[in-house]
């Protein structure tokens, strides 16, 4: 079964006046701090997005984006480089060996990480089958609409004689309604003296929020992160795989710039930023895009060299339909600053997008005996119908639904179909999304 991403009849009005609009530099800088202590959260439109805020205070990181299983938001990630968080996969169960672990039970177990372009995947997915619906810590019920876990891992916080070693395991993601996503888990330390099972929850705290926050040491939920589409980059900490020669890439801690759920950014190089412009270049969701490698360490001077040729144009969320370009024109190592300049070089259009209402959908399970789900991801709610026909044209079912900004699933009762092959129909006159469903006693 394969996920589809929908490429919905529309017209996009596009301005292709782009390049003859562009503004003038403008400098601006950010900066984290000795040791780059805080990240900074960045709006190319607005500036910096508060103020700098601690990268010191979390451990996990739970996806709150309404989206659900198969389509992102059930990514778990891990603060690996500013409070030296790892993760190992102990390939047990919770079940059978959460109460009894010991440190022979670890030896030579895998070390995860998370991915360094999509938010998506977190270290604590990172072990996945690859099968649909797999998402390493756990497997989507599509009876529950959980996604149910008894995965075990031990999690190390620290270095040296201050690491810190516990056991967790994340039981179920509840992801439907979207309203009260959230996640459960239990986590202990190896001698069982600190045991306790927590939930972090979407609502109220992270509504508007890409992730929600867990202190492990301190057992709390911390809240860090701007609203989500108040802000396009974030500078800061992260790891990111890089090539060191033969073999393959290395995770490596860097400083660099992440791009938000959303942003596409364009990763132009030879080139002179004064005079290059956008057209025909490729624009990507990958999150770190932008990256590190904007900067290069000379170990002949110990300091930071610059891509002057480099230069990299963004699409931004926070203003709809703008482009921006950015060259950076200093870094300070000792400071954690950043030194850039920006210009806008597409002014935004009020064009609505309905490409992009409906993102993805699937039917599971599909061949279906007494009952399917036709899961369907929406960017925002909306009235529709629900139609099933046969191959002939006839009429199973035709509903109206209210779709949800986010997750929705709409059940279909087979048990009284026919074996064969029907049509599944989400429409609301300016759309339409089909899917095959088979039908099998």
């Known amino acids: 079964m394969k996920l589809k991403t929908l490429l919905l009849s529309a017209v996009t009005l596009f301005s292709l006046q782009a390049n003859a609009q562009m503004s003038s530099w403008v400098a601006d800088s950010v900066q984290m701090s000795s040791g780059y202590a805080n990240d900074v959260f960045y709006s190319l439109k607005n500036g910096k997005v508060g103020s700098p805020v601690s990268n010191t205070n979390w451990h996990l990181g739970f996806e709150m984006i309404p989206g659900g299983p198969g389509f992102g938001g059930v990514s778990i990630i891990a603060n690996h480089v500013q409070d030296t968080v790892n993760i190992y996969s102990l390939h047990t169960t919770a079940t059978a060996k959460f109460a009894s672990l010991s440190f022979a039970d670890t030896i030579g177990k895998t070390i995860l990480h998370n991915s360094d372009s999509s938010w998506d995947w977190g270290a604590f997915n990172a072990n996945t089958s690859g099968v649909l619906f797999d998402y390493g810590w756990g497997k989507y019920n599509s009876t529950s609409h959980m996604v149910d876990g008894d995965s075990l891992y031990m999690l190390t916080i620290g270095t040296g004689a201050n690491t810190q070693y516990y056991k967790m395991t994340i039981s179920h993601y509840e992801s439907y309604p979207t309203a009260n996503i959230y996640y459960a888990f239990h986590i202990a330390s190896f001698d069982n003296t600190i045991d306790h099972q927590d939930t972090i929850r979407k609502s109220p705290n992270f509504v508007s929020k890409n992730f929600g926050y867990f202190d492990v040491v301190n057992n709390t939920v911390v809240d860090r992160e701007p609203d989500q589409k108040t802000w396009d980059v974030v500078f800061t900490r992260y790891i990111e795989y890089i ?60 300091t930071y060299d610059l891509d002057t040729t480099g230069t990299f144009f963004i699409k931004t969320i926070v203003d709809t339909g703008a482009i921006y370009q950015i060259k950076f024109t200093g870094f300070t190592s000792s400071q954690g600053k950043a030194v850039f300049a920006k210009r806008i070089v597409q002014f935004p259009t009020n064009v609505h997008d309905v490409n992009n209402i409906v993102t993805a959908h699937t039917l599971v399970p599909n061949p279906a005996t007494t ?27 035709n509903t109206p639904v209210k779709l949800n900004s986010g997750l929705n699933a709409l059940r279909i009762n087979t048990a009284n179909y026919a074996a064969g092959t029907y049509i599944v129909t989400v429409t609301n006159g300016s759309w339409k999304i089909n899917e095959k469903l088979i039908v099998q006693h």
């Open 243 to 302: 090539n060191m020669g033969p073999g393959p890439l290395v995770p490596y801690p860097v400083m660099g710039v992440l791009s938000n759920v959303g942003v596409q950014v364009a990763d132009v190089r030879g080139v002179n930023p004064d005079t290059t412009t956008f057209a025909g270049r490729t624009f990507t969701h990958n999150m770190h895009e932008i990256g590190s490698d904007w900067k290069v360490f000379n170990t002949t001077t110990f």
């Open 371 to 397: 009952n399917a789900d036709l899961v369907i991801n929406t960017k925002e709610a909306a009235d529709a119908r629900f139609i099933v026909t046969d191959i002939t044209g006839k009429v199973m079912q």
